[in-house]
């Protein structure tokens, strides 16, 4: 798998945990000399996480020698006012292709460009995507989360720089399909009647057919238009086709599509909290999606949720502080001064994020 080399790595440093300090980014995975995976590159360290590496016999990390900040060199409020532009262009692309509109690949190109640019630290992505969410309609924000999980997931796979501009174009056009779904089924609050589902699937090859109109789209960012629900185990549509017949853009945008799905306020369901998802994923998602991408896509996406300010079933806000690794929807979470392990105490659980 070819790698990217146009994207410079931040310098790191070995340091003793001792002289760690909350706010730094470990720059390695962290693993005890028994072999437990206690942390996953790119974590910011808080003061739980400082002492659990400690109670491991952990002497030292690497750590990135400057915050992530600085290393982007974009700040929050520039990201966000750069990724609304993005989502602007998403809506006028998408609308141009509604109505039947002619376009090149190339003003597409840009747009994936233009987020690609903006995107160099994963650090501050969530918070805009979700503040995204709040301000603007569920049809446009899916596509552009859609293209940035499937960016930040192309990256930890370590794909090339011109591969990652091309899951970026493909999540950005993956339902573009549903431009020609009538409204009343699109936006059915209850669940769709089996004739109502089977017509909701026509999306995938109606998008197909849809992107005959980009002047040269790959072949391959197509084929995610047309097959991003098709499953692993064969039981997608609209060909149930199984793994080997998917394309790794596809199988990259499907387990995208998902999670922002799930963690998205829609029509007919309320949103559930990451954690559920990371539940939801562990329990059905291995005979449904490739097992390597879904595993590297988890792993990372929980480090966003450090620090993360929640409320609890018992009405009290607590703090995420650590993910456990190899089970992140049971996260640490600081309630005052205590922190409860909720793969331990069960009386807890996380009921919504703020």
Request: aromatic share 8%.
């Amino acid at each position: 798998m070819e790698k990217s080399t146009s994207m410079i790595p931040p310098t790191k440093k070995l340091v003793n945990i001792s002289d760690c300090c909350e706010g730094q980014i470990a720059a390695e995975d962290v693993i005890t000399n028994r072999g437990v995976f206690l942390l996953p590159q790119n974590t910011m360290l808080n003061a739980y996480i400082i002492n659990q590496l400690i109670n491991h016999g952990i002497s030292q990390i690497y750590i990135y020698s400057e915050d992530e900040k600085q290393v982007s060199g974009i700040s929050t409020q520039e990201l966000m006012e750069a990724y609304s532009k993005s989502l602007n262009s998403v809506k006028i692309i998408l609308h141009h292709l509604a109505s039947g509109k002619k376009i090149s690949h190339q003003e597409i190109a840009q747009t994936s460009n233009f987020i690609l640019a903006k995107s160099e630290s994963p650090f501050g992505v969530l918070k805009c995507i979700n503040e995204l969410k709040k301000a603007d309609e569920y049809t446009y924000t899916h596509s552009f989360n859609v293209a940035i999980y499937g960016m930040l997931t192309a990256k930890w796979l370590g794909l090339s720089t011109e591969q990652i501009r091309h899951v970026i174009t493909a999540g950005i056009l993956h339902d573009l399909g549903k431009a020609r779904i009538p409204s009343n089924i699109l936006n059915k609050k209850g669940k769709l009647l089996p004739d109502e589902f089977n017509c909701m699937k026509k999306h995938t090859i109606i998008g197909y057919n849809m992107s005959k109109n980009i002047t040269g789209l790959r072949h391959d960012v197509r084929q995610v238009i047309l097959m991003h629900h098709e499953r692993e185990d064969g039981k997608g549509y609209p060909f149930g086709v199984k793994g080997n017949k998917i394309h790794l853009y596809t199988k990259i945008i499907s387990i995208s599509d998902v999670y922002d799905a799930m963690t998205s306020d829609r029509v007919y369901k309320k949103r559930i909290t990451p954690f559920d998802t990371f539940r939801e994923f562990q329990s059905v998602g291995l005979g449904h999606f490739d097992t390597k991408i879904m595993i590297t896509f988890l792993s990372n996406i929980a480090n966003y949720y450090l620090g993360a300010k929640v409320i609890m079933n018992t009405g009290q806000i607590g703090e995420v502080v650590y993910l456990p690794p190899h089970n992140p929807s049971m996260p640490v979470v600081r309630i005052d001064s205590n922190y409860i392990d909720l793969n331990i105490d069960k009386k807890y659980c996380i009921k919504e994020m703020i």
